[in-house]
């Protein structure tokens, strides 16, 4: 017998839909939408797998909103260590529709990424620094994670409502790049 089918976890969840404030809480609403920045790599050694990201600027577009019966008391968003907060007089005034975010590249894990912007190393050691046939971007997804919180409150209590978003990086191979817009400016 699964979990979800005990008559137990019926009950609870029941009893769980029933609590005053159940219905506001899902009510309350968090949306993030994200641009991908551009992070420039230089060239490096081929079967060298890790890259360490510049720091990256995100630019989010946020919307809050609690149920009628609620204000919003706060909102915080935060990427890696990275955080910033709003009070209600913010989020009413709509100030935290457009965010920017500067993430550190301290605060950014290595990423794996196999033969992109790699200068191939040939048996006698020596490198070919034209690496043609290769793309110049790369988008890599799931980089990162945003987290925000919202915390709505009325006279009977507050609820708080949990969001995560995947944060993507588009990756742009410096010698390439330059390669393809020399070619398209012959």
């Excluded at 989020?91 to 790699?118: K, S």
């Excluded at 006279?155 to 330059?178: K, M, N, R």
Aim: proline content about 5%.
């Amino acid at each position: 017998m699964n979990a979800r089918s005990h008559p137990f976890v019926t009950v609870c969840w029941t009893l769980l839909l029933a609590l005053p404030g159940a219905q506001s809480l899902a009510d309350a609403r968090i949306s993030i939408r994200a641009d991908a920045p551009n992070a420039s790599i230089q060239p490096r050694a081929a079967g060298k797998n890790l890259i360490r990201l510049p720091s990256l600027v995100y630019s989010f577009s946020l919307r809050a909103e609690c149920p009628d019966d609620h204000v919003p008391e706060s909102l915080l968003v935060n990427v890696a260590d990275t955080r910033k907060s709003f009070g209600t007089a913010e989020i009413v005034a709509g100030e935290l529709l457009a965010l920017e975010l500067h993430i550190p590249a301290a605060q950014i894990a290595p990423v794996g990424v196999e033969d992109f912007c790699a200068i191939p190393i040939a048996a006698d050691g020596s490198t070919d620094v034209v690496v043609s046939g290769q793309r110049a971007q790369l988008t890599l997804y799931d980089v990162l994670s945003a987290q925000a919180s919202l915390m709505c409150a009325n006279d009977s209590g507050s609820t708080i409502t949990y969001v995560s978003q995947a944060l993507h990086v588009i990756l742009i191979c410096e010698l390439l790049a330059a390669e393809n817009a020399g070619d398209s400016a012959g």
